[in-house]
């Protein structure tokens, strides 16, 4: 009889499982919306049970699909950081709030602008914001103590999806990075607690452990609510980036995967970390607790794709992404490298990397009479690219050394792609299969049950896509985004006044 895995994915928008086979074939899937709510301005909710029941439903649906007797452990990753806690009876403080929820700024501001967020940078090596747990949970002590005095756990996402499912409570080295885990002493930090006045929940963080441990076996209960036999092995959570980059099977240093999603990220791989007041974006355990992921990440990616289409929906309007897509691609396709003089910042949402600027905005630059809407398009898709190769020179002064893997929506845009593989001087990968996130968690799943390294699990037969770097593109580029950085570095100027 075939046995197979099972993985959970809760993200922000949607709760997804899939069934595989050892080989990475997929079996079955289902997934469900997860609702998010917003009682006020900047501020982003889910009710924590609503969540698990979502989990339950996906759950159900895809065992409907399979013979669950044929399951044999399941893996789980979810949407990270945001203030998951508990009482003293485990249940639910309030609904969670998320990771993208702002209603601590002034919280972080104010950490920043005292000097005091330097003990969180020294600790984990990230810059801050507000969607994480000590922000929130500062803002919470100020405008809801009643509810901060019942905080007796963190959680997290993840964490809350492992407690519904075994009755344990973990976090996993991912998980536990932000704010406060001080990655050189390797525990949390009393004076990363300190800059934010979160010294209460020095009791509350649960002590991380790798992603592929066994976190427990599915309980009676959690099993007749999702039509899957109790007693089945679950791994412990993780955060959902560090599950994709298990599905991709990277574990080396120098590693680097990029996501040209609606945001954009750059994630490396390294095993050195060196402590900075004001480090470039965020950093986060691999999942296996022995590697630093670097998170570089972009406020507008896709977007800026997304939004220029928009506004020529005669022209670039399609029913689906791939056909707006092929319109834009059909104009750009015979502009040459650096758009004719074009030039185009993509801040249109703010910044957070590689620098922090909440009014950045974008522009373009370089517009003439004879400059064209191909033009402008060509400079859309540049400047997304530029915004890539400027977080890996902020953090490495230079350019990627061996293949880039590439996912997320403008993955799927060949044009972009080369463009990506010019600007960044680097051979972009890009694999048809776009479930590594899945994939990582169930091969965590696989690992916790005993089947061996998850990384070396996840390696896969995928079909792939190389981009090569252009060498005429590349010079071509090289002098574009010399005047990308002069442009970038005058307008945080304007944008500070």
Request: a negative charge; hydrophobic letters at 45%; glycine letters at 10%.
């Amino acid at each position: 009889m075939e046995r197979y895995w099972l993985g959970i994915d809760a993200g922000t928008t949607a709760i997804k499982c899939g069934v595989y086979r050892r080989d990475g074939s997929l079996v079955a899937s289902a997934d469900v919306p997860s609702r998010v709510t917003t009682p006020a301005d900047g501020h982003s909710e889910q009710d924590m049970q609503e969540v698990w029941q979502s989990v339950q439903a996906c759950l159900r649906m895809v065992t409907s699909q399979v013979a669950a007797d044929q399951i044999e452990s399941i893996g789980i990753a979810a949407q990270g950081d945001g203030f998951w806690a508990l009482d003293a009876d485990n249940m639910p403080v309030g609904p969670a709030i998320l990771w993208n929820d702002t209603r601590a700024a002034a919280d972080v501001d104010a950490a920043y602008e005292s000097g005091a967020a330097t003990a969180i940078s020294h600790a984990c090596h990230t810059s801050i914001w507000p969607g994480t747990s000590g922000a929130i949970y500062s803002w919470l002590q100020r405008e809801d103590p009643a509810r901060a005095n019942r905080v007796a756990r963190i959680v997290y996402c993840a964490g809350w999806v492992g407690y519904c499912l075994t009755g344990v409570l973990a976090t996993d080295y991912s998980d536990s990075t932000i704010p406060f885990y001080d990655l050189h002493a390797g525990d949390y930090s009393d004076a990363a607690l300190g800059a934010l006045d979160a010294q209460g929940l020095r009791q509350a963080f649960l002590p991380p452990q790798p992603a592929a441990r066994l976190l427990g076996h599915l309980s009676a209960e959690a099993a007749a609510a999702t039509g899957l036999p109790a007693g089945l092995p679950v791994s412990t959570g993780t955060l959902d980036l560090s599950a994709m980059i298990v599905g991709l099977g990277l574990d080396s240093p120098g590693d680097t995967m990029m996501i040209m999603g609606t945001t954009a990220v750059v994630n490396i791989l390294t095993d050195k970390i060196t402590p900075t007041d004001l480090p470039v974006g965020a950093t986060v355990l691999h999942a296996n607790g022995e590697l630093f992921t670097r998170v570089l990440a972009p406020t507008t990616g896709a977007a800026a794709f997304d939004w220029f289409c928009a506004l020529h929906p005669g022209s670039l309007g399609g029913d689906t992404p791939g056909e707006i897509a092929e319109k834009l691609n059909a104009l750009a396709v015979d502009v040459p490298p650096g758009a004719n003089g074009v030039l185009f910042l993509p801040h249109l949402n703010g910044e957070r990397a590689p620098f922090v600027a909440a009014n950045a905005r974008g522009a373009f630059f370089g517009l003439s009479a004879r400059s064209t809407k191909a033009d402008m398009g060509r400079a859309v898709m540049e400047g997304a690219a530029m915004s890539l190769r400027h977080c890996f020179h902020a953090e490495y002064g230079g350019r990627p050394q061996g293949t880039v893997h590439l996912t997320g929506g403008g993955a799927r845009n060949g044009l972009w792609c080369q463009i990506i593989a010019d600007i960044m001087g680097a051979t972009i990968e890009v694999s048809d299969a776009t479930d590594h996130g899945l994939w990582g968690a169930a091969c965590l799943g696989a690992s916790a049950n005993g089947e061996g390294d998850a990384c070396a699990l996840a390696k896969r037969d995928e079909a792939t896509t190389q981009y090569h770097p252009t060498p005429e593109a590349v010079r071509a580029y090289d002098a574009v985004f010399e005047q990308y950085l002069v442009l970038s570095e005058a307008c945080r100027n304007i944008w500070k006044s």
